[in-house]
């Protein structure tokens, strides 16, 4: 089954650039998304499509993908952007099975 | 307004059933892929069901043979069948609809599920 690694946790400070990654073999060829979860919420949708966004979420989020590194970029990172961010994608030589990555929560200092 | 409810969590014994509904409001769960996903106290996002708008269905291997998605057109309503729980099925279920076969845009707010004895 296809297997998708984040850093379990990444610190920023206020006003500056956070990068969480998400690793898999060859997860260029796939789509990534990106959640953003707050404690005791839903997941919220903040990146889809490696790099588009939903509406409603600032400009200050962004996603690349490429080779075996998919980043989700926090830029100006603010108080409220402090959650934990799953990426995502779909194994569809695994039976059309849906995978998550851990999780990486973001502290901001 | 786009919005999901989830309901029918709850305290069950350990080889019992549940079944959790997900009532969608201001789109077609017929025309869209819905999938169910799962978080252990503590943990992370675990995907655990996919229904397509054709009527496919496939499992992650943790529930297979255990658990069935289905939906009821006429309600509007996906469904997440349970059988033989496990303590390790213990979880909020959220019901998520798939946007384009591919990202989860809108979820609903979960059901807790715990299994116990």
């Known amino acids: 089954s296809y297997v998708l690694t984040q850093p379990p946790s990444v610190s920023v400070a206020p006003g500056k650039t956070a990068r969480i990654t998400c690793g898999g073999n060859n997860i260029g060829s796939k789509s990534v998304h990106w959640y953003q979860q707050k404690p005791g919420q839903a997941p919220v949708l903040v990146i889809y499509?490696?790099?588009d966004r939903p509406s409603g979420i600032p400009e200050r989020f962004s996603g690349s993908n490429s080779g075996n590194t998919a980043t989700l970029t926090i830029s100006r990172v603010e108080a409220g952007d402090e959650a934990d961010y799953y990426c995502q994608v779909w194994d569809s030589s695994s039976d059309h099975s849906g995978v998550f990555g851990g999780g990486t929560k973001l502290t901001v200092l | 307004e786009v919005q999901l409810v989830e309901s029918g969590g709850g305290l069950v014994q350990p080889g019992g059933s549940l079944r959790l509904s997900c009532a969608a409001s201001g789109f077609t769960v017929s025309s869209n892929y819905m999938s169910w996903v799962r978080q252990a106290p503590g943990k992370g996002l675990e995907w655990v069901s996919v229904?397509?708008?054709?009527?496919?269905?496939y499992y992650a291997d943790s529930v297979k043979g255990r658990f069935t998605i289905s939906r009821d057109n006429s309600k509007n309503t996906l469904y997440l069948q349970m059988n033989s729980l496990r303590a390790e099925d213990t979880a909020v279920y959220y019901c998520a609809r798939v946007a384009q076969g591919e990202a989860f845009d809108i979820w609903g707010q979960g059901t807790m599920v715990t299994v116990s004895s």
């Open positions: 229904i397509y708008s054709g009527g496919s269905t």
């Open positions: 499509y490696d790099s």
